[in-house]
Nanobody, 124 residues
Framework: QVQLVESGGGLVQSGGSLRLSCAAS????????MGWFRQAPGKEREFVAG????????LYADSVKGRFTISRDNAKNTVYLQMNRLKPEDTAVYYC?????????????????WGQGTQVTVSS
């Protein structure tokens, strides 16, 4: 049974930084595309960033491009999301997820397993 556990969320002022981590267990981490998504109250879940199995290619939502960086360490079975220059509109629950296909995709329903989420709150 695959488990994904996010950590690193919290309260930060606008312009600040946070680093989210997602630790995976129970599967072949290096074989999965990994993605970060977020969901704010009353809004649909949206794609934030994704990374291919070997980390060679990344994909970002336009809203976070240039501010967020996704990375992974396959030896540690962990994917990261470094978030800089945070804005109040980045406030949401952030989820990591894995995709068993080889393609790097931004559609949430193609992802197979999900973590429980970690809250990020950015104050103005």
């Amino acid at each position: 049974q695959v488990q994904l556990v996010e950590s690193g969320g919290g309260l930060v002022q606008s312009g600040g930084s946070l680093r989210l981590s997602c630790a995976a267990s129970g599967g072949t981490f290096s074989g999965y595309v990994m993605g970060w998504f977020r969901q704010a109250p009353g809004k649909e879940r949206e794609f934030v960033a994704g990374i291919t199995r070997n980390g060679g290619r990344t994909l970002y939502a336009d809203s976070v491009k240039g501010r967020f960086t996704i990375s992974r360490d396959n030896a540690k079975n962990t994917v990261y999301l470094q978030m800089n220059r945070l804005k109040p509109e980045d406030t949401a629950v952030y989820y990591c997820a894995d995709d068993r296909e080889k393609l790097l995709r931004s559609i949430y329903y193609v992802y197979d397993y999900w973590g429980q989420g970690t809250q990020v709150t950015v104050s103005s």
